[in-house]
């Protein structure tokens, strides 16, 4: 079965260096989600693509956060520098359409721990 | 605007009893529903959708959701806990206005399930 792949898995930083996480989503699904979980709370979106392009990212924290899509493939999302408000979970989601009844497909996830 | 309000942020039940996880939403349109789990340290797995069709929708595991229109709810219920189920489970409802498959997720309840 497709899966939405994520890496690192956990990440340890220091405060104010730069870390950057890899998505990739399940073949052929253009519409491709970028999520911030704090510790007990729901899930915040940073960022939307579909292919290459940014459909949402007011939720995103554009002075030290960057995503990108290039090819409409694979994304990366960067944080520099990173802070200790940032320690998180990001997870990475995708879909086959850009449609509000489309369910969203999660990858695992990558633990991001800022000292 | 849409939004979805978990009623519990712990349940805590025995193993082979039924759960009940609540879930209010205020909308003005008609909504699509979802119910997603994650296990720790995972992302999250689509348990059922409601998109308009019956009000009572089936899921993975045996969980099953109503959609009552009059309370505005769609609880999640399951007749026999199993210790497998001991998870964070969120409420989402789509963003109709935007239409753009962004998802609107509560605050997660915790489900415990004792032996």
């Known amino acids: 079965e497709a899966e939405v792949a994520q890496s690192p898995r956990y990440k340890i930083t220091e405060k104010s260096q730069a870390v950057a996480f890899w998505c990739d989503p399940i073949?052929?699904?253009?519409?491709l989600y970028w999520y911030r979980q704090i510790l007990g709370q729901g899930l915040e979106l940073l960022v939307q693509?579909?292919?290459?392009?940014?459909?949402?990212d007011s939720q995103l924290p554009k002075d030290r956060f960057s995503a990108e899509r290039l090819k409409g493939v694979d994304s990366t999302l960067k944080i520099q520098p990173a802070e200790l408000g940032d320690s998180a979970m990001y997870l990475c989601?995708?879909?086959?359409?850009?449609?509000?009844?489309?369910?969203?497909?999660f990858g695992p996830g990558t633990r991001l721990t800022v000292t | 605007a849409q939004s979805v309000t978990q009623l519990d942020s712990h349940v805590s039940v025995s193993e082979g009893t039924p759960v009940l996880l609540r879930c209010n939403y205020s909308?003005?349109?008609?909504?699509?529903l979802f119910w997603y789990v994650q296990h720790p340290n995972k992302g999250l797995q689509l348990l059922l959708k409601?998109?308009?069709?019956?009000?009572l929708v089936k899921g993975i595991n045996g969980f099953e959701a109503e959609f009552k229109k009059s309370e505005t709810s769609f609880h999640l219920t399951k007749p026999s806990a199993h210790m497998s189920d001991a998870a964070e489970y969120f409420c989402?409802?789509?963003?109709?206005?935007?239409?753009?498959?962004?998802?609107?997720f509560g605050q997660g309840t915790t489900l415990q399930v004792k032996p």
């Open positions: 989601a995708s879909s086959p359409r850009l449609k509000s009844s489309y369910e969203q497909y």
């Open positions: 989402v409802v789509s963003d109709l206005p935007s239409n753009t498959g962004k998802l609107i």
């Open positions: 909308s003005s349109y008609s909504p699509s």
């Open positions: 409601y998109t308009s069709a019956a009000t």
């Open positions: 073949s052929g699904h253009a519409t």
């Open positions: 693509f579909q292919d290459e392009s940014v459909v949402d």
